[in-house]
């Protein structure tokens, strides 16, 4: 714009994509639905194609597992299936009867339509999956003089998807609009002195949201009522029996997430004699506002498709559509620095650094936040701050120092130590507690419920639940620590042999804060009623060494008998990583470069993250056992124990001598190449629904006991025992 003082860029990016999707996802058997020509009748006797069929039924569906009716033995259950065809007891045991408000549920299951393998009976479909973003950015430069200079940047991106959720019938929009806006100013105060100072403004939105052609209202919503987002009445929430995917939306959406992100910060460079010294500040203002609404649509666990047919329900969740489910929290974080890198020789340079990092309290700009300050007494929820504020003493040093072992640039060993706080990541917990923090909004969770009629009509008397961050939070940081050693080699390449390892303390998790205590003893395997006056051993639940046991009936009394589940986010957890680390680099030399780095590590913690989700890796999950919480240390989910990377570059020599336009075409061609290779990620074995009848998180899934004489090293080593 001006000449040697002003300068812009400017670009644009546009995505206009249709994905075409190949999709498919288990469905109950053909036979499930009953007869072929009059399918999903209520009062139809489903055989499950074991033994003789029972008089007058129809279909065969073998994923009603073996003796389907008995999992009921509730009073108001459907009838049991007829007696058998000679009309004499015992009550057949391979049949379910399909309930009139089971059969709408069981008729949204398309029929199978790819061939039974493994997986059992699937049904495959295709959906044009469209995809837009538009992205733009902006960025100006000016020279004032030769000791001022600023810019400023204008970064937008919009983005929206709509992908298919579990079946055709179900289609969920995820949209989101990010604009980020930056200045800065640098001055030059002398040849030793430099300030640059910045201004920052960022919003992020996002957005969730279903879309079905399910219709609203009976027989398929089993919420009732209306609110804002649902003003013609409730969708269809979630039904979810073992085995197969859930049925109707996703209990996650309507869900909307804007941050209003303000920050200043300035930094001084200051070079004295051996000393390069950096001081600075960094002042960040939060604004959240979070929507998250889903669960007033009332949900349903089942634990397998035999109790779907029974409307015999797990564990029922809803929210009271009365509920208020807009939260602002407003917060600040400061971060104050100083650093200094001194070189005391010219073999050996020093890096010495301390940051302290506060953070003022989060709180609700209308006073919608509520606790529970004592897990253990509390009868309900005090209305003030989620958390006690752990941050005033975020003090964090850190140190390390490169060293020229012989003083030839050959051979250098590098180390350092670092102490980093964990501040600002309290978005999900924030999140969860929009839906679940009474009085402003409550979830109910309803176990070993009998449906008998839609919309559900929950009991009378029933104990809140909660989910959010605990009143006495721990501040979560790490620790890092490095050390290296690096040689170089002939032939232009250098060789690094590292140790890297750090330790996360008080990291945020998701827990079971009011478990269940065992009501029962094992007895050859079987949960069992203990003797009057028993002293039950709450040792151990797991792994065949269980000293007691949960039995569903009567149902087994919380530690705080006052409230149902509490789904709490504490800074409890604990990690360590630890690994080598081995790097072969080559600089370009006769037309070839490449760099290779294998790491051998181990990442080990004692389970999940504060959303169920944020940590990554396959089964990012919460402990399945909230009495032990030792029981629950192994290897992260993004645990990877070997690691190897490698990336090559070879540039061809010339084919052609001359300088015409032969050699423009021959000459100047190089290829090049990635090669990553590494191994798998860890998994857990679960079954959906609750068989333990524990009640963690109101229903939850279990995690399997190890068989005697088996250790989890035989999962997947070995020979096989089945």
């Known amino acids: 714009i001006q000449k040697d003082k002003t300068f812009f860029f400017g ?83 391979n049949c379910v009867v399909l309930t009139a408000i089971a059969a709408p549920f069981l008729a949204l299951y398309p029929l199978p339509n790819i061939p039974i393998g493994p997986a059992g009976p699937q049904y495959g479909y295709t959906f044009a999956q469209p995809t837009t973003e538009n992205y733009g950015q902006m960025r100006v430069d000016h020279t004032f003089s030769d000791k001022d200079s600023f810019f400023t940047r204008y970064t937008i991106d919009d983005s929206a998807q709509t992908s298919p959720f579990n079946y055709p019938n179900v289609t969920q929009l995820v949209g989101s609009r990010n604009q980020f806006l930056t200045l ?205 504020n752990p941050s005033l003493r975020n003090i964090a040093p850190r140190v390390g120092f490169a060293w020229d072992v012989a003083g030839d640039g050959k051979t250098a060993v590098r180390a350092s130590f670092g102490e980093s706080y964990d501040l600002a990541t309290y978005g999900s917990t924030f999140n969860n507690s929009t839906q679940y923090d009474p009085p402003f909004s409550t979830l109910y969770t309803v176990t070993k419920a009998l449906i008998t009629s839609v919309p559900f009509t929950p009991p009378a008397a029933q104990l809140p639940s909660y989910r959010g961050p605990v009143y006495n939070m721990r501040q979560p940081h790490m620790l890092q620590y490095n050390l290296a050693i690096e040689r170089q080699l002939p032939g232009n390449m250098a060789i690094t042999i590292a140790y890297v390892g750090s330790r996360g303390i008080d990291l945020l998790q998701y827990k079971e804060g009011n478990p269940a205590l065992p009501n029962g003893v094992p007895v050859n395997g079987v949960c069992t009623a203990p003797a009057a006056g028993t002293a039950i051993d709450y040792t151990s639940q797991i792994d065949g060494n269980a000293t007691s046991c ?129 191994s798998g990620y860890p998994f857990d074995v679960r079954i959906s629904g609750n068989r333990s009848a524990d009640g963690l998180f109101g229903s939850g899934q279990d995690s399997l006991d190890v068989v005697p004489g088996r250790i989890p090293y035989s999962f997947t080593h070995g020979v096989s025992s089945g």
């Open 184 to 388: 800065s100013e640098s001055h030059v105060f002398s040849s030793v002195l430099v300030n640059t100072a910045r201004f920052s403004f960022s919003r992020t939105n996002f957005t969730q949201d279903n879309y079905t052609s399910i219709p609203i209202g009976p027989p398929y919503s089993l919420g009732a009522g209306t609110s804002a987002s649902f003003p013609k009445g409730m969708l269809m929430g979630a039904v979810s029996p073992g085995g197969l995917q859930p049925l109707g939306t996703n209990t996650l959406a309507p869900k909307k997430g804007k941050r209003n992100l303000f920050a200043w910060s300035d930094d001084v460079n200051y070079t004295k004699g051996r000393h390069s010294l950096k001081f600075g500040v960094l002042v960040n203002h939060y604004q959240d506002f979070i929507h998250s609404e889903g669960m007033d649509k009332v949900s349903a666990t089942f634990a397998g498709l035999a109790d779907l047919m029974n409307s015999f329900t797990s564990s029922l969740t809803y929210i009271p559509p009365s509920s208020l489910f807009n939260r602002w929290m407003h917060y600040n974080t400061f971060g104050f620095y100083g650093q200094d890198d001194w070189r005391v020789t010219q073999r050996l340079t020093l890096n010495l650094g301390l940051r302290y990092e506060p953070m003022t309290q989060p709180n609700e700009v209308h006073g919608y936040q509520a606790n529970f300050r004592n897990l253990l007494t509390d009868t309900n929820t005090t209305v003030g701050p989620y958390f006690l």
């Open 550 to 678: 949960w039995l569903a009936s009567p149902k087994p009394v919380r530690i705080n008998p006052n409230i149902d589940t509490l789904q709490v986010d504490p800074a409890s957890g604990d990690s360590h990583y630890n690994a080598l680390q081995v790097g072969l680099a080559k600089r370009m030399s006769k037309g070839l470069q490449f760099q290779s780095w294998y790491t051998y590590g181990k990442s080990i913690d004692d389970t999940g993250d504060a959303q169920g989700g944020d940590e990554g890796g396959q089964n990012a999950s919460a402990g399945q056992d909230a009495l032990h919480q030792r029981t629950q240390r192994g290897p992260s989910n993004f645990d990877v124990t070997h690691n190897w990377r490698f990336n090559a570059i070879y540039t061809l020599p010339n084919f052609v001598s001359s300088k015409g336009f032969a050699a423009k075409l021959a000459n100047g061609w190089w290829t090049s190449g990635i090669l990553s290779v590494q």
């Open 11 to 93: 670009t644009y990016e546009g995505l206009r994509q249709t994905l075409g999707l190949t999709n498919s996802t288990n469905v109950p058997a053909a036979g499930c639905h009953g007869d072929p020509a009059h399918p999903d009748v209520a009062g139809s006797i489903i055989w499950n194609g074991s033994g003789t069929a029972p008089a007058g039924s129809v279909g065969n569906c073998p994923q009603l597992g073996t003796n389907p009716t008995n999992s009921l033995g509730v009073a108001g259950a459907p009838a049991a299936c007829p007696f058998g065809p000679t009309g004499t007891p015992p009550v057949a045991t």
